[in-house]
């Protein structure tokens, strides 16, 4: 049981600044040092515990404060219901003696203690959201994320002249914007769309002469379910006039490092950038985790003679290549890696202790074969190869498996990353077009219709432009990508040509943009990063909802209010819309 | 015609702070100064306009420059379309020399110049907004918009120790929540709904020892066609545990103060504060403008003994009373009164030169009631008075009419209000329950189900509820409210009390806010204040649309993109709605 508690509540704090300005309390519990001796305070929190039915643990955000509570206080000793032995305190030196006591609220019982170490399922803790932020972690979590948003919001506004400009939500859908939703108005038929992040409206405000802008965006993606995505979530929005790709990530830089947690190690500048061909080459992804090498390799001269014949046979067709990784110390995962995801496109070369290799290739490997692999590779003893053969294709299979043997890897205790390390990465120099999936013929834009080409590559953009590369870089973290942007087109003419032209989308559906780059648009680029993704690596969070202070469930509920809810048909009818009940469903709508 | 312009673009800026770095430009226009004579600067904007075929006159959103093109820059005279004085610069000073000119982008003819002096129409300012902003005084209201936000952030983040949380935007519909959007899930019959505020999740976030919390919150109240209101706004959002209303108050003027615009006389605290029966009282509104007197006043004793028939009504009702406000001056508006907006409930007595009434009532007041009545009123030779009888209910009407005639008063040219004043007020002590309505008999929050009754007045939440007095306060500011909030109930009892006993609500629907006030929920408060009225009362803008970005028009469009706009039926179908097209509106849906 938790009795709410304070002592002395009958006085205002003195405090003009700091967390207990304004307040009951004169001090919070964490903040008594021994040089409080002697002093009168006011303490206000939540009685953690009882201990020895004379001392009350409480505890408030900051900490916890042991209170020796005089003998005639009675009715706090009726809410003695357990006693556990107390970890050390931040303020175990000193002894708090209560002088008088006012119980603010009582409490019923809780679904879960609030303790560290009470393991609680997902369910519950989305439910009763209220109880889990009260944790050491959530409070940890949601109070970063704030300082780290200030730091942020310094460096744009105070360092380097942003200005902060908030854009609307209700918006006009974008052509094609499947992942939007919709909010009916009161027009028949006509509905606003909550807007995936607020790209048009930024490239506006360059146009309209506000140089440099940047917002913490909330922005809003219907996915249905996808593991760790959220209906809604804030990005960090900034977008520049008369900048260039350097300009961007200079800034970036320079605001990570500004805002970085005074408690990590500080983060050195610049990153390392490389382009997206090296690192689809060096690690079959576009957001490589460069914590740990383990690169891929091609070893098609290993097999130039090869009699194997599903080798032979992917070296003989264009572009065909036979690629490999090197895991050190593989050996303690070459059982598992076959009980668990083994694709049947890879081959497995265990290296074993004599330097002999098992293998369902070794038959057929000539002795120098079998040389050159292991020194190409540079495997030695214990070792494990991944072989795949065939197009470029093969390369994102690897750069699955390293990830994934990586985190075998580490299952089994083999240290392969620094849990403490954090390992920022620009990827540059993408295509701009990539064939689309259901008709390769077309083109379909990489990111975004509106990056800008590479200058080197910007002729290509009337003849070849599957050829072209876009000014478009991405931020990468540990393997994930947390952030990304462009160097926009700022001439209506190429838009309008990428648009019409290569897209075959019809323009008219942003005639406002183009209008408006023909209204003497800047040449300008920006970037959004993704805060909750981010700060959800810096604390080491398995999911961003332990970053974020009521997420919505992996189905997009809120398990708390249980929204999203059923409406009755009466409350529709000012929208002008219906519910297409599913045969059968409509006796659900009453629950 | 505009050029977009730029001098030696070749370089980088060797800023390391300010609004050149990581630019193109090592100066912005506007901050060129005699000691930057001799430096070779780097300069971009938009060509303003040419003038003697010589000079350009280049605009960025710090200000003009002006700069001579040498002979052999021929392109340049080609943009010569107009030439007009120059107003004074505050660079005027000195001249630039162009070395080397890039023109970044070329500019279709606009709709209207960038000219302050130009004036548009609302809706053209709205269909091309990134025009718009480009004036000095959008300039000005949206960056002073984002320097007030970043001083109230610092001053709650940095000096009060308050955490900066989101709350999420998509939500369960609030019970009656009838002015909320829903947006449609994909789940048959569900929906979200878009809250007017975060009311709920501030007190959770106190439960959740968050303690001190606070968000600049896109709330979103879809009201049709208001007059100055907008579907999606920004409030100041704040929540603290362990305080009460003078705490609040304490820090909303420190906040106030912390951010207010230097350039502005700076403002003093505390601000006055006064109850919601001396409001109406005095100034027969709850938001008073307290920038001038002209206070009502109750006359009745003048009429004791009238022979008047509606005055001998109106007193001998129960509550009967006669109420007087006195305008200064008035009789330059006496006829204009009449013409336009005079409610015939109402007598006007005109004190002409001589003293003498001039007044439908005149023949019917013996002289010792005149000389009472102008006593009473304080009234003189030209002055006014206006004169209402009735129940309490007669104060409002005169409230409103002591507005209608200050401005009558400012249109004939007297000076009434200090348009350089900012009055602020507390309004306090609002009754917490108000007859509803469409049944007297049933009570109905004043403001919110969650308002804390006085202490004073708590007994009484279950014996008479409707004469208890809510800790709820409003700001007001120059007669507008701009911020309003409340303690809160923090003891679930009394909450259900109020929800289930007295507002006759179905409790459950707030299940999850009365179970985590049983979960030990701290005595807490807080307000919030609207943003956008603020800063527009700040600036002095004729409406909240010119401190918003984009905003939308009257009715609720965005005239630069069209939204809200039609959705195929095809697009509907994943959230499994159909649009009750009404008859004969069906053609419309292709338009």
Request: proline share 20%; hydrophobic share 40%.
């Given at each position: 049981m938790h009795l709410r508690f304070s002592l002395n509540v009958n006085k205002h704090s003195t405090c003009t600044t700091g967390s207990s300005s304004l307040s009951f309390r004169s001090h919070t519990c964490g903040e008594l040092r021994p040089a409080d001796v002697g002093e009168e305070v006011i303490l206000c929190g939540w009685v953690q515990y009882l201990r020895q039915d004379l001392f009350v643990i409480m505890r408030d955000f900051s900490g916890l404060a042991q209170i020796l509570i005089p003998q005639d206080e009675v009715r706090l000793q009726v809410a003695v219901t357990f006693t556990i032995s107390v970890t050390e305190m931040p303020t175990g030196e000193i002894e708090v003696l209560a002088e008088s006591v006012e119980i603010l609220n009582v409490c019923r019982k809780l679904p879960f203690e609030i303790k560290d170490f009470v393991k609680k399922s997902e369910s519950l803790r989305m439910q009763y959201r209220y109880l889990d932020l009260r944790s050491s972690q959530m409070q940890y979590n949601l109070r970063l994320r704030s300082q780290l948003v200030m730091k942020m919001r310094e460096y744009l506004c105070n360092v380097h002249g942003f200005v902060d400009v908030e854009t609307p939500t209700l918006f006009k859908r974008t052509p094609g914007g499947a992942k939007e939703f919709v909010v009916p108005s009161r027009e028949p038929g006509r509905f606003y769309s909550l807007p995936q992040s607020p790209q048009q409206f930024k490239q506006l405000l360059m146009v309209a002469g506000i140089d440099r802008y940047f917002q913490l965006a909330r922005c809003y993606r219907d996915e249905g379910s996808k593991p760790d995505r959220q209906p809604e979530f804030t990005q960090v929005d900034i977008e520049m006039s008369f900048v260039d790709q350097a300009g961007i990530r200079g800034l970036i830089e320079g605001l990570v490092q500004y805002s970085?947690?005074?408690?990590?190690d500080p983060v050195s500048t610049p990153f390392p950038c490389i382009t997206y061909e090296k690192a689809m080459k060096d690690y079959g992804v576009d957001k490589p985790d460069t914590r740990f090498a383990m690169k891929l390799m091609d070893i098609s001269k290993t097999f130039h003679n090869t009699e194997i014949e599903f080798l032979k046979d992917a070296l003989n067709q264009p572009g065909g290549c036979i690629q490999a990784i090197c895991i050190p110390d593989g050996a303690v995962i070459f059982f598992v890696i076959f009980l668990y995801f083994f694709p049947k496109e890879v081959s497995v070369v265990l290296v074993k202790a004599d330097g002999a290799l098992k293998s369902s290739l070794n038959r057929l490997m000539p002795a120098s074969a079998k040389q050159q692999l292991l020194q190409m590779a540079q495997a030695r003893p214990g070792d494990l190869l991944l072989i795949s053969a065939g197009t470029q294709e093969c390369r994102p299979l690897l750069g699955k498996l390293r990830l994934q043997c990586a985190e075998l890897l580490e299952g089994s205790g083999v240290a392969v990353r620094d849990p403490s390390a954090f390992h920022f990465l620009w990827v540059v120099d993408f295509p701009l077009f990539l064939p689309k999936e259901e008709d390769p013929d077309q083109l379909e834009s990489a990111h975004h219709p509106f990056t800008a080409p590479l200058p080197e590559d910007a002729h290509l953009l009337y003849s070849l432009p599957h050829k072209v590369r876009g000014q478009h870089y991405d931020l990468v973290l540990n393997g994930c990508e947390i952030g990304g942007g462009s160097i926009r087109i700022h001439k209506a003419s190429d838009q309008q040509h990428v648009l019409e032209t290569i897209l075959k989308e019809d323009p008219s559906l942003l005639s406002h943009l183009l209008e408006a780059l023909d209204s003497g648009a800047p040449p300008h680029g920006g970037i959004a990063l993704g805060l909750d993704r981010f700060l959800s690596i810096i604390v080491g969070a398995p999911s961003i909802r332990d970053v974020i202070a009521f997420p919505k469930s992996f189905r997009g509920h809120d398990l708390m209010s249980r929204a999203p809810d059923f409406v009755s048909e009466d409350e529709l009818k000012s929208y002008h819309i219906s519910v297409n009940w599913p045969a059968g469903d409509e006796g659900n709508q009453e629950k």
């Open positions: 970085w947690p005074v408690e990590k």
